[in-house]
């Protein structure tokens, strides 16, 4: 086998990304691309909320409109690094895949027949199918993993740790000792988790008047400073 062929029997085995293809599109679709990766960020959003708001078992869904959706994955820098990081991921996968083309290539050819034919599937790369297949795969237990692990530690962090106190001025709390953790709002209710009773309280926003964070657990004596919310005229 010639050097040109051995070369060319390596290069079937190395996914194409054309990047300069890619580049190109975005130069001509620019809003089209903003488009695409803002939708990507949205689901993402729309994704971990839903999954979020289960650990405190509240099907917030109901209670969002078509706006809460569209600025989810805005709303917490989290999720935008998590889409940042699927492209990251996919783009060290490729890379990979592209060192790798030369053992690709003696697995495929030493393992075609008998038993361990399996084994270009599982150490390299059979396809540039097989390629995208495996990529789907991985961003798409990237994307779960993340989700799920950062939903279950931003959840316990506010049960266990008591982050994101606030006191709430509102006619719907009775009871204004006990301690209040803000989970979120959409447009038209903020979600609070009840500390003390252990439950979740959805409030209509034109019931609150003002939030208060709380710095510090210990000093309630300190100042802090109000975040004044809109609300509906009467």
């Known amino acids: 086998m010639t050097e040109e062929s051995k070369i060319a029997n390596i290069e079937k085995y190395r996914p194409k990304v054309d990047i300069s293809a890619i580049l190109k599109f975005v ?3 620019p809003g089209l691309a903003v488009f695409i990766v803002y939708a990507t960020i949205a689901v993402a959003g729309f994704i971990y909320v839903i999954t979020f708001y289960r650990y405190f078992n509240l099907e917030v869904i109901i209670y969002l409109e078509i706006g809460d959706i569209l600025v989810a ?15 990251v991921v996919f783009l060290f996968y490729w890379g990979i895949t592209y060192i790798q083309a030369p053992f690709s290539a003696w697995l495929d050819k030493k393992f075609s027949k008998g038993f361990f034919k399996f084994m270009p599937y599982l150490f ?3 396809s540039i199918q097989s390629f995208w297949w495996i990529g789907s ?15 279950e530690t931003k959840s316990k962090s506010i049960r266990t740790d008591k982050t994101n106190l606030v006191a709430v001025f ?24 009840n500390h003390d009773e252990k439950n979740t309280l959805i409030i209509p926003l034109e019931n609150v008047t003002a939030i208060k964070p709380i710095i510090s657990k210990d000093a309630s004596t300190k100042s802090t400073k109000k975040i004044q919310l809109n609300t509906k005229e009467d």
């Open 137 to 151: 795969f991985i961003l798409l237990f990237y994307f779960i993993l993340f989700i799920a692990i950062y939903s």
């Open 27 to 29: 130069v001509n679709h």
């Open 73 to 87: 994955g805005i709303k917490d820098p989290m999720v935008m690094l998590m889409v940042l990081g699927t492209f």
């Open 170 to 193: 509102s006619d719907a709390i009775r009871n204004k000792d006990q301690q209040y953790s803000i989970l979120g709002t959409s447009i038209n209710y903020i979600f609070l988790y």
């Open 124 to 126: 390299g790369l059979k």
